[in-house]
Each structure stands twice: as C-alpha cells, then as structure tokens.
C-alpha cells in the first residue's frame, strides 16, 4: 500500500494557462475525490468520482474545471484559463465503497501568476 | 447548509500541558465526523472517525469525543512532534452524497 500520489507536487503557471494534474488513488479504492485548499482554510470538496463515473459535483467546479477518471483507476483535474484566484493547494483522497473514511494524497499546490 | 467550526483557531502549549480542541457541528443527519492532521504543505493525515454520540477512540496522547453537537480531540502531555493543524469534517447521512464537510482547523503549537 503505497498511499495516494499526485503529481506534480508543485506548478507555477501563468494566467491564462492551462493545467493539468494527475492523482493516482490507493490500488483497490474505487472511490476517488478531488478538494481545493487555501492558506488558512480547511479543503473544500470539489467533486468525486465511483470507478469511471462522476458522481457529484461542487459549484466550485466552474466551467474551467475539468475531472476525469477514464478507467476508474487515475484521475486527472484540469483548469483552463487559470486565474489567480486558482491558486491553491488541490487535494485528492480515496477510499473504498462502504467504508467512509477518506486517505489523502501530498497535494498538488499551484501558483498562477 | 452542513457546517463545521473549530475553536480556538490557534494554541500554544508547553510540552506536557495537557488540553482539548473543539469541533461544533450541524450537519442533516451525520454519517461520520472525521478527525485529520496537517503537517504544512502536506495533506491530511487521518487520524479518528466517529459516528455516534458517545463515541470515543484514543490514538497515543489523543482521544476524540463525540456528542450530538460537537466533537473534542483531547491532548494528554504533548509533545513538540504533536504539533500541527488539526482538521474535524463531517460526513451528512444523504443518499449518493460523500463529501466531507470541514472545519478552518486549529493550529496548534507545542512548545519544548
């Protein structure tokens, strides 16, 4: 069990820009999220996905935001057109159907300039 | 609306001084409330969940509680390796609904 990994740990981007991320979930969680931190704050859900399917959605998520977990196994968030207000640190957790308790990844922590 | 306060936002110890920190919650119907710690730059490291009044769990110096309304995490003789920001978020009780809820977390600081 070699937990959940993102990557990259850190990006530093114009605004405009597009950026992708990559969250690897612990091998047998079929469960996957995504949640967005800033300095102070707890995260905040952004959306979450059951296998392939994504399930529920924050109004956090504009129309920028973009997730997918093709083969419910990794998942990518993309954000188009970054914003400075984008920055922040992304999160992503996983667990397992019918056991609540989420295990988080290092964080992905984005700085639009 | 599901929301989760924690006081106080920040706490200084010295080593061995034992105190607790507060989750107050209202949620439609709670599933389970979750206990986390953050290290800076790091993610949350998991530490308790709880899904009934009355409820209690120990991990080495901490021990959560739960009542209808709010949760604590007790710290008994910390040490200065205990200091970092801990989370509480809860779970609601909604069909097809998984996300955690959480609270601004309390930075605490334990002083050798």
């Known amino acids: 069990d070699t937990g959940v990994s993102q990557d990259p740990r850190h990006k530093i981007t114009k605004r405009g820009q597009n950026v992708t991320f990559r969250c690897d979930p612990i091998?047998?969680?079929?469960?996957l999220y995504w949640y967005r931190q800033t300095l102070g704050q707890g995260p905040e859900f952004l959306t979450y996905?059951?296998?392939?399917?994504?399930?529920?959605k924050s109004r956090l998520l504009s129309d920028r935001f973009s997730a997918e977990r093709p083969k419910g196994s990794f998942s990518t968030l993309e954000i188009q057109r970054t914003e400075q207000g984008d920055s922040a640190m992304y999160l992503c957790?996983?667990?397992?159907?019918?056991?609540?308790?989420?295990?988080f990844g290092p964080g992905t922590r984005l700085l639009v300039l | 609306e599901d929301q989760v306060t924690q006081s106080p936002e920040a706490l200084r110890l010295q080593e061995g001084e034992s105190s607790s920190l507060n989750c107050s919650y209202t949620?439609?119907?709670?599933?389970?409330l979750f206990w986390y710690r953050q290290d800076p730059g790091k993610g949350p490291e998991f530490l308790f969940t709880?899904?009934?009044a009355g409820e209690e769990k120990e991990k080495e110096r901490l021990k959560a509680t739960l009542t209808k309304k709010e949760s604590f995490l007790h710290i008994t003789a910390p040490k200065p390796e205990d200091s970092a920001t801990y989370l509480c978020?809860?779970?609601?009780?909604?069909?097809?609904?998984?996300?955690?809820?959480f609270g601004q977390g309390t930075r605490l600081t334990i002083n050798p």
């Open positions: 091998s047998e969680h079929n469960r």
């Open positions: 949620v439609s119907g709670l599933r389970g």
């Open positions: 709880l899904y009934s």
């Open positions: 978020a809860v779970q609601a009780r909604i069909q097809g609904a998984q996300k955690l809820v």
């Open positions: 996905f059951q296998n392939e399917a994504q399930l529920e």
């Open positions: 957790a996983s667990s397992l159907a019918g056991l609540e308790t989420q295990y």
